[in-house]
Structure formats: C-alpha cells, structure tokens
C-alpha cells in the first residue's frame, strides 16, 4: 500500500503535501520549472501520492515531465473508458467512478477490453471486485 502523504482529506493537509511534494522535487531534481511546480499543485491526493513515490526514482526534470505525460495518458484513457461504460450501460454512479480512477494502468487497460462483455452495471462492479482481490 503506498503512504498517505495527508492524514485526511482537509484542505490545510492538502496544501502541506503538495508543498512537500514541491520541496521534494525541487531536492531531488534541482531547480523545476515554475510550470512543472503548477501541475504537481493541481495534482489530485491519488496523484501526490504516486507522485512521492515515482520521485524516489528520478534521476532529473525530464523524469518528472515524463511522468506528467504518463499521467495525461492515463486521463485520456479513463475518459475514453467512462465514455463507452456510460454509453453501453448508461450513467455509471460516482462511487464507480471512484474507483475506476484508481486503477492501475494495466488494469485499465483490462478494463477496456472487459467492457465489450459488460451488459449490466452488475457485470461492472463484480469486475472491480475481482480486480480489488487480486491487487
């Protein structure tokens, strides 16, 4: 289980990680662009939290860019998902959602194939179920 930079969702603890994470890359990376400090603020908790681990194998500023594109993929690929999920068995419930965010990126991936077989919500949920015991 990765750690949990904030110990709670509050927006003072928010604030205290990202400006940790901030520290951190600049410690690590030297100096970071004032463009790359912006995207690393208007990362999500999920995201702080990969972040402060991938950080521990960066070697340089380039990793870090890196890794920001990986994450824009990653969006992209959740939004195409939600688009055929809703289209095939309409409006998917917040809670679902959630938890579709959270996968990994192989995971999804299998995701988006699994979804051809989907016909009710149903079929949806006992997939994420699956997925949360074998993870």
């Not at 990376?29 to 999920?46: T, Y």
């Not at 824009?72 to 688009?83: G, S």
């Amino acid at each position: 289980m990765s750690p949990r930079f904030p110990c709670c969702l509050c927006s003072p603890c928010f604030i205290v990680s990202t400006k940790l994470l901030k520290y951190f890359c600049q410690a690590a990376l030297g100096e970071v662009n004032p463009g790359a400090i912006e995207r690393v603020r208007a990362l999500s908790i999920e995201e702080l939290e990969e972040l402060g681990v991938a950080l521990l194998d960066f070697s340089g500023v380039a990793d870090l860019i890196a890794w920001f594109d990986r994450q824009k993929m990653r969006d992209v690929e959740i939004a195409l998902i939600l688009r055929q999920l809703t289209r095939r068995l309409g409006d998917v419930d917040p809670s679902l959602r959630d938890r579709i965010h959270r996968l990994s990126t192989e995971q999804l991936e299998a995701l988006g194939v699994a979804l051809l077989d989907f016909f009710q919500v149903a079929d949806l949920v006992a997939w994420l179920e699956e997925q949360q015991v074998l993870g």
